[in-house]
Nanobody, 120 residues
Framework: QVQLVESGGGLVQAGGSLRLSCAAT?????VGWFRQAPGKEREFVAA????????EYADSLKGRFTISRDNAKNTVYLQMNSLKPEDTAVYYC????????????????WGQGTQVTVSS
């Protein structure tokens, strides 16, 4: 069983930065970040392979968001820079066996989410 706990969310002004963390317990797995804004569907943000050697990003977020992991700490990070009000959402990390994918339905384990609010 894999358990995921997100942290690092909060309130930030537009143009600011935040780093989210996803602490995982259990066996090594691929991890993805998703987000859900009020009234919208949950969407893919980024994913990283078990080794950290492979990453994937939503096209619209490339260049602003960076995913990384520290396997010694069993933690995956999402560095978010140049934040915009439209980045406001609950951010979830999710895990799956095997290769990284961008579809929500391919992930078996989910965290509770952490709120990110970007003020204008």
């Amino acid at each position: 069983q894999v358990q995921l706990v997100e942290s690092g969310g909060g309130l930030v002004q537009a143009g600011g930065s935040l780093r989210l963390s996803c602490a995982a317990t259990g066996r090594p797995i691929s991890v993805g970040w998703f987000r859900q804004a009020p009234g919208k569907e949950r969407e893919f943000v980024a994913a990283i392979s078990r080794s950290g050697g492979g990453t994937e990003y939503a096209d619209s977020l490339k260049g602003r968001f960076t995913i990384s992991r520290d396997n010694a700490k069993n933690t995956v990070y999402l560095q978010m820079n140049s934040l915009k009000p439209e980045d406001t959402a609950v951010y979830y990390c999710a895990a799956r066996e095997g290769i990284i994918l961008s579809s929500m339905g391919d992930y078996d384990f989910w965290g509770q989410g952490t709120q990110v609010t970007v003020s204008s």
